[in-house]
Each structure stands twice: as structure tokens, then as C-alpha cells.
């Protein structure tokens, strides 16, 4: 059974500039969320995707913004970074929203 | 909403004794409770859960904990710890009404000393 996945591991870009951060689910697994963790905290909630919808959003900026493909693979989506954007991004997988969030190695991302 | 408070930021402590990380979480309506270990430079690896049944939780790595809802806390014990549990531990809630959307504690750091 595959696990979560996510790239790139490492990321830097500078203020202004957009990226592009990519999950793959665990198999079987139909619905992703992705959390920010800044350093030295835990990860906040930024939003779910269930079956390529999204299914719940936290207190980010519309700059934020995903998208989850047929295959339950996701994207998150950053548009005009901010310094305060740097932090580690999670991204975890489960069957049908249910309980158990299961987690990808993360994306470390830099905003100079 | 939902908020998650570990009492401790850092727990050092000495290789073979034992350890306990507290948590608090403000709302008892069908909750669902689980610790996480995050080792240096790593994603999040789940230790234990609890949805409903038994108050105590057997985890991987021997760590248990109990879900106490008078005390709406969920304690994560070990008896004996080694030098690679080092690492961070974050304590998460969610529920049906919230979507199952977690909410974290802020971690506690683990030190384990020979």
C-alpha cells in the first residue's frame, strides 16, 4: 500500500511569485486536507477536498486555493507569497472524510 | 471551535524512565482524539486514536493514552522511553460537526537524555 506523497521537498521562492505544491493519496483514499505548519507550532487547517470538491476551509486568504483530481491527487495553489507564508505544508489523506487522517512527508517552502 | 492545549512545550527526560505529555480539548460533543509524532524534518506519523469505546488507548512504539471526558483531557503515557523517541508530539481533535477538520495542540517536545 502506497503512502502519501508529496512534492517538491523543498521550495524557495521569493515575495510576489506563486507556487504549486502536489499530494498523492494513500490508495483507496478519496479525500485530502492540507495544514500549514509555521515553525515551532502545530499545523492549522487550511482546507479539504472530498471526490474533487472542496469540503471545508480554514482561516487562510482566498490566495490560497487547491484542487483535487479524479484520482484524488491534489494541489495547493499560493499566489502573491508572503515572508509569513514559509512554514512546512502537510498534506494527509482518508477514506470519505472519516476519522483517520493519514500524513505525506510535507513541502518545506521558503519566502524570501 | 474546537482548541487543543498541551501543557508542556518541552518534557526532557531520561532514557528508560517513564513519560507522560498532557492534553486538553475544550469541546466533548463526539470528539475524536489522537496524538502524532513528527520527527526532525518529517511529516506526521499517527501514534494512537480514540473514537469511541475503551477510555484506554494502546498505540504503536508503546505509548497509551487515556481519554478522560470529565477532565476533557487525553494524556499520552509511555513506561519507559528510548533515545529515539525524541522527537515532537502533537496532540489533534476533530468531530462529525467539524468535518473532521483537525485541530492541533501547539506540540510538546520531547528530549529523551541517556
Known amino acids: 500500500e502506497t503512502g502519501v506523497t508529496q512534492s517538491p521537498t523543498h521550495l524557495i521562492k521569493t515575495r510576489g511569485q506563486q507556487v504549486t505544491l502536489r499530494c498523492s493519496s494513500q490508495?483507496?483514499?478519496?479525500?485530502v486536507s492540507w495544514y500549514q505548519q509555521a515553525l515551532g507550532q502545530g499545523p492549522q487547517f487550511i482546507f479539504q477536498y472530498y471526490r474533487e470538491e472542496e469540503n471545508g476551509r480554514g482561516n487562510f486568504p482566498p490566495r490560497f486555493s487547491g484542487l483535487q483530481f479524479p484520482n484524488y491527487s491534489s494541489e495547493l495553489n499560493v499566489n502573491a507569497l508572503e515572508l509569513d507564508d514559509s512554514a512546512l505544508y502537510l498534506c494527509?489523506?482518508?477514506?470519505?472524510?472519516?476519522?483517520?487522517?493519514?500524513f505525506g512527508p510535507g513541502t518545506r517552502l521558503t519566502v524570501l | 471551535a474546537q482548541s487543543v492545549t498541551q501543557l508542556d512545550s518541552q518534557v526532557p527526560v531520561f532514557e528508560e524512565a517513564p513519560v507522560e505529555l498532557r492534553c486538553n480539548y475544550s469541546s466533548s460533543v463526539s470528539v475524536y482524539l489522537f496524538w502524532y509524532v513528527q520527527y526532525p524534518n518529517q511529516g506526521l506519523q499517527l501514534l494512537l486514536k480514540y473514537l469511541s469505546g475503551s477510555t484506554l488507548v494502546k498505540g504503536i512504539n508503546g505509548f497509551e493514552a487515556e481519554f478522560n471526558k470529565s477532565q476533557t483531557s487525553f494524556h499520552l503515557r509511555k513506561p519507559s522511553v528510548h533515545i529515539s523517541d525524541t522527537a515532537e508530539y502533537f496532540c489533534a481533535a476533530t468531530s462529525k460537526a467539524a468535518g473532521n477538520k483537525l485541530t492541533f495542540g501547539g506540540g510538546t517536545r520531547v528530549l529523551v537524555k541517556p
Open positions: 490508495s483507496g483514499h478519496n479525500t
Open positions: 494527509a489523506s482518508s477514506r470519505d472524510g472519516t476519522d483517520t487522517q493519514y
